[in-house]
């Protein structure tokens, strides 16, 4: 099916959703977290792909799950996050 199972959900309901869901979060946390999540949560990858230090990196990672109050070791989680990270209104203007 095209889409595959993203396209299962309704756009809008998926883009208001995943702004509730990463309000807590500004756009240097948001951005960290999508590429934490992208490189399977690997410290040193994601300080690479980033250019930021290693310990930024956990820093960061560790400020989002405190304000989203959620557990990132959590797959659920990490997949619920991942979703509305491409869900959210501006997903498509990343390069």
């Keep these: ?52 230090h290693r310990n930024t990196v956990r820093q960061r990672i560790a400020r989002c799950a405190a304000l989203l109050d959620r557990d990132l070791d959590d797959p659920d989680v990490r997949m619920e996050l991942w979703f509305a990270l491409h869900s959210a209104p501006n997903a498509g203007q990343r390069g």
């Design 1 to 52: 099916r095209a889409g595959g199972f993203a396209g299962l959900v309704d756009r809008d309901e998926a883009a208001a959703y995943a702004r509730e869901l990463l309000a807590p979060l500004g756009e240097p946390l948001t951005e960290t977290l999508r590429a934490w999540l992208s490189l399977h949560g690997g410290w040193d990858r994601t300080a690479v792909a980033t250019g930021l």
